[in-house]
């Protein structure tokens, strides 16, 4: 194994573990109230009815996406990974919604602009780490 291919593995791993670990808390009770919250309203539904179930399918998508980057085929890795980015992509609005409600939301409402430069670093570490 050279020494790119080991710094692969190791990205991957941590990146396994961020994302396992930030599904697992779409399903910690005040946590998933907090995120529903976020969910602007035309994303959310009438009378918010679909937020719950976006936290969910996006908790099952991290915690999927992260353990398929510690698959042993490679096709099943860069398929985790340009999902992962989707994601990062989907829960955009959510994070915008946060950030214009900092009173509201607290620590989750990072400033749009250092909040879309993380949301890119982490897309391009993750495109790194699965190619």
């Not at 697992?24 to 035309?42: D, E, K, L």
């Not at 955009?92 to 670093?121: L, M, S, T």
């Given at each position: 194994?050279?020494?790119?291919?080991?710094?692969?593995?190791?990205?991957?791993?941590?990146?396994?573990?961020?994302?396992?670990g930030m599904g697992i808390t779409h399903f910690v009770?005040?946590?998933?109230?907090?995120?529903?919250?976020?969910?602007?309203?035309?994303?959310?539904?009438?009378?918010?009815?679909?937020?719950?179930?976006?936290?969910?399918?996006?908790?099952?998508?991290?915690?999927?996406?992260?353990?398929?980057?510690?698959a042993p085929w490679w096709g099943v890795r860069f398929?985790?990974?340009?999902?992962?980015?989707?994601?990062?992509?989907?829960?955009?609005?959510?994070?915008?919604?946060?950030?214009?409600?900092?009173?509201?939301?607290?620590?989750?409402?990072?400033?749009?602009?250092?909040?879309?430069?993380?949301?890119?670093?982490?897309?391009?570490?993750?495109?790194?780490?699965?190619?």
């Amino acid at each position: 194994m050279d020494a790119f291919a080991l710094a692969q593995l190791v990205l991957r791993i941590i990146l396994a573990l961020v994302f396992v670990g930030m599904g697992i808390t779409h399903f910690v009770p005040r946590v998933r109230r907090a995120m529903q919250a976020m969910i602007p309203a035309g994303l959310a539904g009438p009378d918010r009815r679909w937020a719950p179930a976006l936290v969910a399918v996006s908790g099952v998508a991290e915690i999927v996406g992260g353990a398929a980057l510690l698959a042993p085929w490679w096709g099943v890795r860069f398929a985790a990974g340009i999902a992962l980015i989707a994601l990062l992509i989907a829960v955009f609005p959510a994070n915008v919604q946060a950030a214009r409600e900092p009173e509201r939301f607290g620590a989750a409402a990072v400033p749009i602009a250092p909040r879309a430069i993380g949301q890119v670093v982490l897309g391009v570490l993750v495109l790194v780490s699965v190619i």
